[in-house]
């Protein structure tokens, strides 16, 4: 059974920073394509950043520069840093894995078979 845990949302003013991580337990989740995605309530599910099982990484063009996605090998973990917050970024953020051919990753939800729960960012003005 795949879990995927993420923690390190909160509260935050515009400006600063915040890391969020997913655990990934049942499977090496490093082998496979893993990102983060964001949703506001009433719109749809957006990919903000993905990486490969190669470390090549993507990102939606709205936090280009400011949100690095990265993951630890030994540790089965991604993140996410967010800086230079806006108050536009609020939203719960999810991490998801791609396994299998069905499903090669990137930023698009349908190429993503596992979804953690979700953590909450807020950016105050």
């Known amino acids: 059974q795949v879990h995927l845990v993420e923690s390190g949302g909160g509260s935050v003013q515009a400006g600063g920073s915040l890391r969020l991580s997913c655990a990934a337990s049942?499977?090496?989740?490093?082998?496979?394509?893993m990102a983060w995605f964001r949703r506001v309530p009433g719109k749809e599910r957006e990919g903000v950043a993905s990486?490969?099982?190669?470390?090549?990484?993507e990102y939606a063009d709205s936090v280009k520069g400011r949100f690095t996605v990265s993951k630890d090998n030994a540790k089965h973990t991604l993140y996410l840093q967010m800086n230079s917050l806006k108050p536009e970024d609020t939203a719960m953020y999810y991490c998801?894995?791609?396994?299998?051919?069905?499903?090669?990753?990137?930023?698009?939800?349908?190429?993503?078979?596992?979804w953690g729960l979700g953590t909450q960012v807020t950016v105050s003005s």
């Open positions: 998801a894995a791609g396994l299998g051919s069905l499903f090669p990753g990137g930023l698009s939800e349908y190429d993503h078979n596992y």
């Open positions: 990486i490969d099982a190669d470390g090549g990484t």
């Open positions: 049942g499977y090496s989740a490093t082998a496979y394509p």
